[in-house]
């Protein structure tokens, strides 16, 4: 199983931006999919983004605003975000190893990272 550690939280004003990490180790990740997903006070965890080798996903909520990537020399995973708002407020969650067969969903993913807090002000 790889461990994921996610960084690069914090608090922004409406309309900042800020890039996620995601550091990948236990086996290097050039080839696997990686996913992106948040969770706000009292909701459940939604998914953000992810790649695989179908190609790359985006919720229609940060369609256009956020952007996934990857450094495989580095085994890390990023998830840049533009034109904050306040519902992006959440812990933000990288998540690797799917095991099924749509990546929107949690239960399609088997390694999960710890979490990184992101508030946006308005």
């Known amino acids: 199983q790889v461990q994921l550690v996610e960084s690069g939280g914090g608090l922004v004003q409406a309309g900042g931006s800020l890039r996620l990490s995601c550091a990948a180790s236990?086996?290097?990740?050039?080839?696997?999919?990686m996913g992106w997903f948040r969770q706000a006070p009292g909701k459940e965890r939604e998914f953000v983004a992810a790649?695989?080798?179908?190609?790359?996903y985006y919720a229609d909520s940060v369609k256009g605003r956020f952007t996934i990537s990857r450094d495989n020399a580095k085994n890390t995973a990023y998830l840049q975000m533009n034109s904050l708002k306040p519902e992006d407020t959440a812990v933000y969650y990288c998540?690797?190893?799917?095991?099924?067969?749509?990546?929107?969903?949690?239960?399609?993913?088997?390694?999960w990272g710890q979490g990184t807090q992101v508030t946006v002000s308005s």
């Open positions: 998540a690797a190893d799917v095991i099924g067969t749509t990546v929107r969903a949690t239960t399609a993913w088997g390694s």
């Open positions: 236990g086996r290097t990740f050039n080839s696997y999919a």
């Open positions: 790649f695989r080798n179908s190609g790359t």
